[in-house]
């Protein structure tokens, strides 16, 4: 099985705010899939950098108003991360948390979504999304 990770943003989103997005979304992913992670890897003097994402990870456009389906889409992947407004909305984490825990998932709009799994049931989902411009 080839596992394929994809960040789908709205498309109408502020450049800094995709990037924002796309940033919290992948380091979530690190958190769940720490294998994702290559090693260290030192320079020819000798310099460690650290590991970057052994897979590729594009970044897709999407219009708002499917956001929503996709991430319902998704419910089989095993892993399905999305970024809600309620996270931008929010003052801390606590506030962040208060807040998705007040009211039901459907009553969430994600603003940006992480799907990964295996290549073919991603692919299904969001293979015909754009690469985000």
């Keep these: ?18 990037a924002n997005f796309s940033a919290v979304l992948a380091m979530s992913l690190g958190k769940l899939r720490p ?5 260290d890897t030192p320079t020819e003097d000798g310099i460690a950098l650290a590991g970057i994402t052994t897979v590729a990870m594009p970044v897709l456009g999407a219009p708002a108003q499917d956001l929503p389906f996709l991430f319902a889409k998704a419910v089989d992947l095993p892993i399905r ?20 825990t007040a009211e039901p998932l ?4 994600p603003q940006a979504v992480l799907l990964a799994g295996p290549r073919k049931a991603v692919d299904r ?9």
């Design 35 to 39: 294998d994702l992670v290559g090693a």
């Design 106 to 109: 459907d009553a969430h709009i």
């Design 1 to 18: 099985m080839s596992f394929k990770p994809a960040i789908i943003l709205d498309e109408t989103l502020p450049t800094g705010l995709k």
């Design 81 to 100: 991360l999305a970024y809600m407004r309620a996270a931008f909305e929010a003052r801390d984490y606590a506030d962040y948390t208060a807040r998705i």
């Design 125 to 133: 989902i969001c293979g015909s999304l754009p690469l985000l411009r």
